[in-house]
């Protein structure tokens, strides 16, 4: 793959060198991080460019960025794989960074993408839109390795981490400031467990997330001191916390979910846990400032109390939005809980909110778990699931919608996501229809079972 990325990085050079770059990404850690290395390289080659963060490349957006050929040259990252059809019969082609799913028969000579997909190794190969982002800069020139670090940030983002392909390996090994220590899932690692511990909602410590003298227990219970860091404990400490972790997550039991690798970067030249690097990112970027959650991985100092007050107002939202969420009347039936938050959570974070429900030990493995919650006149629908198994999610809410567009055929109702994560949304004027139309989906398919 890395003869290809050369390939593609000398043809996008030659191309572009006397025309502007339009770079369009995805507004997750990922993309942004991808947008981030590639505004950084561009910057070092004295070249123009804009930036635009997308959630989706919808027809709309495609047609109208398609406009700015032959002025500007596209350069696409963390998207795009899917959208092959509207560039495979070009006058000028668009350039392409990504690793999603790929139909490699829409593939032509018009078409200028890298993805691991389509090389002969794709598992060695596998990698993030960062990950390939970085891969291009390091083409271009030696002297962005520095990026690596950005790099990583996608890799955490797209929790590519837990099973390190070769080429990932790669970049980790390229990232000199790096620091992996192996323990707990529990971050940021670099703040006092006391904090740490109580903000902890992924995973979720039952009486202990959300409860600061339930965190002060857990670790007066283990001995440790309570401003001591997850990434200065000892051996036998971590080992401790891990078990008392676990005693307090027995109904779910499974040791391999609090378990990982920690990651340690150095940025803003001070140690930040990876995790919460990217969650801050993250969260800036889907509260609609993809601009701050750009300027701040690249280091930029005013950027950097931009993000933190938006990260702050958004883990406070987190967990406010857990304790409605946990106090809240739910439609309950078998196999499924409905939490229909109304304006009460918002549509923002309902499906975070959702998940991390998905993580405590208070639902059985498999429960379908739908998060509503108000976004204008719209409702914002979020399905997850309990554990690792069970129905896919996105055929549940398809199936509702296809229903639910019989009775209500002017609806707007459309479903994203895949097995384990899906949404939608449906008018805010048709909700105790729309809810009747999935009760009745979710009870359907008990009675199949
Ligand atoms: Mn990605």
């Known amino acids: 793959m890395l003869k290809e ?18 770079i369009i990404s995805h507004y997750d850690t990922d993309g942004i991080t991808s947008a981030a290395i590639l505004a950084k390289t561009f910057k070092r080659l004295d070249k123009k460019f804009s930036i635009r963060i997308v959630k989706g490349l919808e027809e709309s957006i495609i047609r109208e960025e398609l406009k700015r050929q032959p002025n500007e040259v596209i350069l696409i990252s ?18 392409i960074l990504d690793h999603h799913e790929i139909d490699s028969t829409k593939v032509n000579d018009k078409i200028k993408i890298i ?81 740490a511990l109580e903000w902890s909602t992924s995973p979720y410590i039952p009486g202990v997330t959300g409860s600061g003298p339930g965190a ?19 051996d036998e400490e971590m080992s401790k916390l891990i078990t008392a972790v676990m005693v307090r997550r027995a109904q779910h039991g499974k040791a391999e979910d609090i378990l990982g690798n920690l990651y340690i970067l150095k940025f803003f030249n001070t140690k930040e846990d990876v995790r919460e690097i990217s969650t801050l990112v993250n969260a800036c970027s889907r509260l609609g400032h993809s601009d701050i959650a750009i300027s701040y991985c690249l280091e930029n100092e005013k950027a950097k109390t931009q993000a933190l007050d938006i990260y702050t107002k958004y883990k406070q939202e987190l967990v406010s939005g857990l304790k409605v969420a946990e106090k809240m009347d739910k439609i309950k039936g078998k196999g499924f809980v409905i939490l229909n938050a109304k304006d009460q959570i918002k549509d923002a974070i309902v499906g975070t909110i959702c998940s991390m429900l998905s993580s405590s030990p208070t639902y059985e493995q498999g429960t379908i778990l739908i998060g509503m919650a108000y976004n204008k006149d719209k409702i914002k629908v979020s ?61 359907v398919e008990i009675v199949k079972v």
């Open 5 to 22: 990325i050369d390939t593609f990085a000398k043809e996008f050079l030659e191309f572009s060198k006397d025309k502007p770059i339009r």
């Open 78 to 95: 963390d998207l795009g794989s899917s959208s092959l059809d509207h560039f495979k019969n070009l006058d000028y082609p668009v350039f």
């Open 115 to 195: 993805n691991h997909h389509l090389t002969s190794n794709p598992e060695d190969n596998t990698a993030t839109g960062a990950g390939l982002c970085y891969l291009f800069a390091k083409s271009i020139s030696p002297e962005n390795q520095d990026l690596s670090s950005l790099a990583i940030i996608g890799l955490i983002g797209d929790r590519h981490e837990t099973n390190l392909s070769k080429i990932n390996q790669q970049i980790v090994t390229d990232a000199q400031d790096l620091k992996i220590k192996k323990g707990i899932a529990i971050y940021p690692a670099t703040r006092p467990l006391r904090r």
């Open 216 to 234: 002060m227990e857990i670790l007066r219970e283990t001995g440790i001191p309570y401003n001591k860091t997850l990434l200065e404990l000892s």
């Open 383 to 443: 399905a997850r699931i309990v554990g690792h198994e069970g129905r896919n999610l996105k055929e549940v809410l398809e199936k509702t919608v296809t229903t639910f567009k019989g009775e209500n055929p002017q609806t707007i109702a459309e479903v994203g996501g895949h097995h384990f994560a899906a949404g939608c949304l449906v008018e805010k004027e048709k909700e105790s229809s729309f809810i009747e139309t999935l009760k009745r989906e979710l009870e």
